[in-house]
């Protein structure tokens, strides 16, 4: 049998019959071929594609992905999943948005840090940088997490609260704190209580959790960014693969999830059930909050054409991860897109990711 008549058979065994109505089923054949072709030819080494419309969904594993259940390093995608937990406690009145960072953080003042909010830290105009600059020096000692927060709570801002948009991780680290502070667990237990738990995300971990490192997909290293260690022989003791990292639970980039699992988050953002946070939060959200003229984010999410691919509604939110990664939903086709692999986000244009995205986006329009 040929591939591509293999990939339609597997396809549309698991898609079903009602859903060919809605989803174009070329363009969802096309969508795997370009991970099957990826791995096939070995660009990336492992992937994972999950696609749902409605109640039907699919899920295919590429490469050496092991099964469906693969469990990837998400990179960025953690972002909006320690951000949930941290809603969680939003929604029990533990903060207001506005509440200033200093509230919660006394140390976090002077030289325009009084004016930063939690908003702005979730929107990313807080003014804080994306990564530290001793970040290398911090990741080759294996500081904890507390010590990066120390330096995020001294580290000069770039510009006033709220005045620019520029992407930061420091920013949900010290939302992340916050969140520490206000549960009185750490960040690791209270992304598995208050999110995986609840929404049966059974291949799923803030750091390692109850898993080993060998049950993690490895990243491919050699083409990873400059700050996770890429292009440096000797951070292998400190790089997206060490043992170090993978147990840090870093909330901007250190979780673990099989892309069955990420579709399960994403899902309670776009059906609104309340299993984590309440259905008006979910809004709050996966809805604009930076002023006209800066790029717009939901709060830890992504959000509008730019969250998702080409075909994309204004209405779509979710996020993309730098170890390879892209999780999106579209409430305009009721479609969530995960697709997960190896390949870092950097290491080529365009990302077979973006490429296998890009037909389903096409299949629900």
Same mark, same amino acid.
């Given at each position: 049998m040929k591939r591509r008549n293999f990939l339609q058979f597997g396809l549309a065994a698991s898609l079903g019959t009602p859903l060919l109505a809605a989803l174009r089923q070329d363009r969802l054949d096309e @969508? @795997?071929?370009v991970l099957a072709r990826a791995t096939a030819q070995g660009q990336v080494a492992s992937a994972v594609m999950y696609v749902s419309q409605g109640r039907t969904s699919f899920t295919r594993a590429f490469g050496k992905a092991r099964d469906e259940h693969a469990m990837f390093l998400?990179?960025?995608?953690?972002?909006p999943i320690a951000m949930t937990a941290l809603m969680t406690l939003f929604d029990k009145g533990g903060f207001k948005l506005d509440d200033p960072l200093k509230k919660f953080l006394p140390k976090f003042t002077g030289e325009g840090r009084d004016d930063v909010t939690l908003r702005h830290l979730l929107s990313h105009v807080s003014g804080l940088p994306d990564q530290l600059p001793e970040n290398d020096a911090l990741r080759k000692k294996h500081a904890p997490l507390s010590e990066f927060v120390e330096h995020a709570i001294r580290t000069p801002l770039s510009f006033a609260a709220g005045s620019k948009y520029h992407y930061s991780s420091m920013a949900i680290l010290l939302a992340a704190r916050v969140a520490e502070l206000l549960s009185g667990t750490d960040i690791l237990t209270l992304v598995d209580r208050a999110v995986f738990?609840?929404?049966?995300m059974k291949h799923s971990a803030q750091?390692?959790?109850?898993?080993?490192l060998e049950d993690f997909v490895p990243v491919q290293t050699e083409f990873a960014?400059?700050?996770?260690?890429?292009g440096d022989p000797t951070a292998k003791d400190w790089n997206w693969n060490s043992s170090y990292w993978r147990k840090l639970g870093a909330?901007?980039?250190?979780?673990h999830a099989s892309a069955p699992d990420i579709a399960r988050f994403i899902g309670e953002f776009l059906f609104q059930k309340g299993a984590v946070v309440k259905p008006e939060t979910a809004r709050l959200m996966t809805t604009n909050h930076n002023p006209l003229g800066q790029t717009p984010r939901g709060l830890g999410l992504n959000v509008g054409k730019g969250a998702g691919n080409e075909g994309c509604s204004e209405k779509t939110f979710g996020h993309t991860g730098s170890?390879?990664?892209?999780?999106w939903a579209d409430p305009a086709s009721e479609t969530i897109c995960v697709v997960l692999t190896s390949l870092p986000a950097r290491a080529i244009k365009p990302h077979p990711r973006d490429l296998a995205a890009e037909k389903v986006a096409a299949a629900a329009t």
């Open positions: @969508a @795997a071929e998400l990179g960025s995608i953690s972002k738990q609840p929404l049966g750091g390692l959790g109850r898993f080993k960014a400059v700050e996770a260690g890429g909330p901007w980039g250190g979780a170890t390879g990664t892209i999780a």
